[in-house]
């Protein structure tokens, strides 16, 4: 099936390692020109805006890392963004857009995760980065996504956002958030669909990703990690290539008559009826 995505400009927030990665890495493939951002330079470098975040052991590689291996595939630009400022990720919108003369596509996908302390600050931290940084990312893209006029925004959540998981109370501001944002993503697709908009968000189950954290846990807590998969109807974690293909689509001019809809892709690992 050709998804028609060759020559499209996208950009993706929050691209150097894992499921923003490999959705970087199918764009290029399929002949996209793509604009992404990572928190640090490289992957032994110390941003001084990290105090936005919870210490995080799994960094991944660096936007110059991530740049240089991505070069190989297509036509890609990098940029160092903390999605937790607001005034960072409007400036990156732009000059994504002025680098790769506009924008169709817009893939966000920044998320401080679960697992940070039930505080303020853990508070501030999910507001930030995963919402504002959302409303950063299309408002400041809306005027080029217009002109496209044929142009998608597909919107990460997480199945936490509609079932209670594994985060207990240090999921509370990630679950909230991101639920949010399913009912901010529908809302833009009520509005700008007649602006040639589509809108739509994936939710991931949870996703095996080596430098990941279930990867982590595999080595660190094996036996915890045996009894998660064992969850899972198919035996196994979702692959990251498999939440990718269903980005990929609903961007795609395949999906030109899906709008406002919230794609649970896990592997029928929740239970709730899907309407």
């Not at 992957?43 to 991530?66: C, I, K, M, R, W």
């Not at 915890?224 to 961007?251: C, M, Q, S, T, W």
Request: glycine residues 10%; aromatic residues 10%; negative net charge.
């Amino acid at each position: 099936m050709d998804l028609a995505l060759k020559g499209k400009k996208v950009i993706v927030s929050a691209a150097t390692r894992g499921i923003g990665r490999t959705v970087v890495e199918q764009f290029l493939d399929e002949g996209a020109i793509v604009s992404f951002c990572g928190r640090r330079a490289r992957s032994d470098q110390h941003n001084p805006s990290d105090e936005t975040v919870f210490a995080n052991p799994l960094q991944g590689d660096g936007v110059e890392d991530a740049v240089k291996a991505l070069s190989a595939r297509g036509q890609v630009y990098g940029t160092v963004v903390d999605c937790g400022y607001f005034d960072q990720v409007t400036a990156w919108v732009e000059k994504a857009a002025a680098d790769m003369g506009g924008i169709d596509i817009l893939v966000s996908n920044a998320s401080a995760l679960g697992g940070i302390p039930r505080s303020r600050k853990g508070w501030d931290i999910n507001y930030n980065v995963d919402l504002l940084s959302a409303v950063a990312m299309f408002d400041t893209a809306l005027p080029h996504l217009k002109v496209s006029g044929n142009a998608a925004f597909v919107q990460m959540s997480t199945i936490t956002a509609i079932e209670n998981h594994a985060f207990g109370e240090s999921g509370l501001s990630y679950g909230a958030m991101k639920a949010a944002l399913i009912n901010y993503t529908h809302q833009l697709a009520m509005d700008y669909t007649k602006d040639g908009i589509r809108c739509n968000c994936v939710c991931p189950g949870p996703v095996y990703i080596e430098d990941g954290s279930w990867g982590f846990l595999e080595e660190a807590m094996p036996e915890y990690f045996e009894a998660n998969r064992l969850k899972h109807p198919l035996g196994r974690f979702g692959r990251p290539e498999e939440i990718a293909d269903a980005v990929l689509f609903l961007a795609s001019e395949r999906a030109s008559w899906i709008t406002g809809v919230n794609l649970t892709v896990d592997g029928g690992f929740t239970r709730n009826v899907k309407y």
